[in-house]
């Protein structure tokens, strides 16, 4: 039996989890490169494969092209990346890792947002090239945070903001009023959360309903003060309509790190505009989460040779 651990670019997998503890019989292969193209000849011979989250497209096309294929562990609970539908029909079992810790994409998204107020990226660069205060960087204190989003990671961006005393609004199609009061976040609509944010963050799952809901009509609610965060994907933000806003400086700022195509092209409008600061998709890719999934891993395979998978993904 073979078992391949691909994606590992940040080459963690080894010093994070005891890999001595399979059985001697089982080859184990380790494969460092991002791994988008070349899937099927390489994992071809694999009867486990362990990937990290959605650097690789396990579709329909590339799973029937993997007859040993049994187990396939991902990282975290969710991978969009994985036809489940395609995996189930192919008898392949799927089992996922626990995410670490969710405040690492809270400390981003507040990295991004301070970045961008306090002109984090431009003063660095002024300072390094003889300049001394190329900029007035603008306050959070007694600025709005909207929150698209009240879970987990929304909740903890909010957190924060109120010890900085900004107050905080929310909304998202299932909030309600008895999670608003529980974190003391005033719910609102949507038009209002849009409309009333000095920031805005985004922190809510894609999915066809929320694919898209920040739109043209919802970033030309917003001032022309305001900043836009998103940390969570990619397409729920309508890209095209927010480089129009940022181009006609409708908007302050964006902080993204995450992006319809990833990696974000070469010739990505994005990476030309100046009221930006981008990040590589690493709000939850901490070295400390890495390693604890690494560690889930490991124990996903053992239960399955031992008959009994753990956090299997229905």
């Not at 089992?95 to 990295?111: F, I, K, Q, R």
């Not at 929150?147 to 005393?165: N, P």
């Not at 970033?219 to 990619?234: D, W």
């Not at 901490?286 to 395979?301: Q, W």
Request: glycine residues 8%.
């Amino acid at each position: 039996m073979k078992l391949a651990i691909i994606n590992d670019y940040q080459r963690l997998s080894q010093e994070s989890a005891d890999w001595s503890r399979l059985p001697d019989d089982l080859e184990l292969d380790v494969f460092y490169d991002r791994l988008s193209t070349g899937a099927a000849e390489l994992l071809a011979p694999y009867d486990i494969v362990v990937t990290s989250r959605e650097e690789t497209l396990f579709d329909r096309a590339l799973i029937e092209q993997l007859p040993n294929l049994k187990l396939l562990v991902t990282h975290a609970g969710r991978n969009a990346a994985l036809d489940l539908e395609a995996l189930r029909d192919q008898g392949v079992v799927v089992c996922g890792t626990g995410y670490g810790y969710a405040n690492a994409t809270v400390e981003l998204a507040w990295g991004l947002i301070l970045s961008l107020a306090k002109l984090i990226p431009e003063e660095d660069l002024g300072v390094r090239a003889g300049e001394w205060g190329l900029h007035l960087p603008s306050g959070l204190t007694g600025k709005t945070l909207g929150v698209l989003g009240l879970g987990q990671l929304g909740s903890g961006v909010a957190r924060v903001a109120q010890a900085l005393d900004m107050p905080v609004i929310a909304w998202s199609e299932n909030l309600t009023e008895a999670r608003c009061a529980e974190l003391n976040v005033r719910r609102v609509g949507k038009d209002e959360l849009f409309a009333q944010s000095d920031v805005l963050s985004v922190h809510t799952i894609l999915s066809d309903r929320t694919r898209g809901v920040v739109g043209a009509r919802e970033i030309a609610l917003m001032k022309p003060t305001a900043l836009l965060i998103n940390t969570s994907r990619g397409p729920i933000v309508d890209e095209t309509a927010l480089v129009d806003a940022l181009r006609r400086h409708a908007i302050a700022g964006a902080g993204l790190d995450v992006f319809d195509v990833e990696p974000l092209p070469y010739d990505h409008p994005l990476r030309s505009l100046p009221n930006t600061v981008l990040t590589p998709h690493i709000g939850g890719r901490t070295r400390e989460n890495f390693a604890a999934r690494y560690r889930d891993a490991l124990e996903d395979v053992l239960a399955w040779l031992n008959g009994a998978p753990i956090r299997v993904i229905e």
